[in-house]
């Protein structure tokens, strides 16, 4: 149990890596009329929600690293 996160995580890169290699052509293009402001415009209008509790979430993973670094530490 003590190596299990080293080895997910590398079985995890390796079959990121595999896929992304292995993959054929440069998959579906984007929509004529995609644009960065309509999906920021999507993102902040319909799910703005989400958008907001992942952030939360993300700031949450963030806080928990530093304090799992800081194991045995002292503020």
């Known amino acids: ?3 299990l ?3 997910v995580s590398t079985a995890l890169l390796t079959g990121l890596l595999v896929y992304v290699l292995v993959r054929e ?3 579906v293009p ?3 009329g995609f644009t960065s402001a309509g999906l920021a415009r999507v993102l902040f209008t319909d799910y703005v929600l989400q958008f ?3 952030g939360v979430l993300i700031c949450v993973a963030m806080v928990g690293a530093v304090f799992l670094a800081m194991k045995g530490e002292t503020w």
Do not use: I, S, T
């Open 1 to 3: 149990m003590k190596h």
């Open 5 to 7: 996160g080293k080895y």
């Open 25 to 27: 052509g440069p998959g």
């Open 30 to 32: 984007p929509e004529p």
């Open 52 to 54: 907001e509790l992942v």
